[in-house]
């Protein structure tokens, strides 16, 4: 089991090592100055109930997805934050990709960095999840005919194009990419990946999505959290 850092270049590796140099803790600071401010109807920051995030948040964002039981199916970060701001706060969800959504994820995630990943599969229907993940990872879809298997199993490490092929692991998410000059999530990672077999893609936070999350992030068990991770 790698992280996605190694089969980075040796300068993009140095780039996301140095937390002065790392393009993507401008992102953290975003998310942190979201974290202190109010929004919504109740008059609440998510500081206001969660204090410091440097330890309410600890280690917390290595573990996720989790299972939501109120929801009956598995949640991740980005979920977690619109379930705070409609349940909690009276503030609209965000959009995916919307609003403060990547920085504050990263944010959260970012008071992980260090900790192994580890996803707990004996909460509530979460096993099932992971089968279905599993399933659609092996699946080769698309018009290339390919699976997630295809490229980040088979044929990880070697080049397709000028793109150093890794595991596809998510211990980095979010994560800057360099091309994009911006914080990329997991699931427009994932759609980037689906679209690039031509084919059909679905919906962030879909089943089918979060299937995956729960599948992929558990294959990443004991890699530590690296966000933000930098990508080219
Ligand atoms: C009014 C108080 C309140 C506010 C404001 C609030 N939360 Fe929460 N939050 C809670 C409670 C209570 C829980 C635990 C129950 C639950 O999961 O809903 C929680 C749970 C969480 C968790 C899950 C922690 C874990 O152990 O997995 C995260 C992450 C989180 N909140 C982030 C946020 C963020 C980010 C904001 C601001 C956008 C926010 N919260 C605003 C009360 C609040
Ligand atoms: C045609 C080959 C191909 C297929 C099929 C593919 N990917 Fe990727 N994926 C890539 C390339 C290229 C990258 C960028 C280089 C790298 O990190 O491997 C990437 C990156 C990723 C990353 C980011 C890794 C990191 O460390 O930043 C994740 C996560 C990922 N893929 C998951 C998936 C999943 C899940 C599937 C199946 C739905 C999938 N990929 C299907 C080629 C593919």
């Not at 990263?106 to 993940?133: N, Y």
């Not at 031509?198 to 999505?209: G, T, V």
Request: glycine share 10%.
């Amino acid at each position: 089991m790698l992280s996605g850092w190694l089969f980075r270049t040796k300068e993009t590796r140095a780039l996301e090592a140095d937390s002065f140099q790392n393009p993507g803790m401008l992102g953290i600071e975003q998310g942190e100055a979201i974290w202190n401010t109010v929004e919504g109807s109740e008059g609440k920051s998510c500081a206001t109930c969660h204090g410091d995030a440097a330890e309410s948040m600890k280690d917390i964002g290595a573990h996720y997805p989790k299972w939501d039981a109120s929801a009956n199916r598995p949640i991740n970060i980005e979920l977690q934050i619109n379930k705070c701001r409609e349940e909690r706060m009276g503030a609209e969800p965000y959009a995916f990709d919307k609003g403060g959504q990547k920085p504050l994820t990263a944010f959260i995630r970012h008071q992980s960095l260090g900790t192994p990943v580890s996803v707990d599969l004996s909460q509530g229907e979460m096993q099932k999840w992971w089968d279905q993940g599993k399933e659609l990872y092996y699946t080769r879809y698309g018009q290339l005919n390919l699976s997630c298997a295809s490229c980040h199993e088979a044929n990880a490490g070697k080049y397709i194009r000028a793109d150093h092929l890794s595991q596809g692991q998510t211990n980095g998410f979010p994560t800057y990419r360099l091309k994009q000059a911006n914080l990329i999530s997991l699931h427009n990672r994932f759609r980037g990946c689906i679209r690039d077999t031509r084919a059909e893609m679905p919906k962030a936070f879909s089943d089918e999505l979060m299937a995956l999350e729960v599948y992929v992030a558990w294959r990443g068990t004991g890699l530590t959290v690296e966000t933000p991770a930098v990508r080219q």
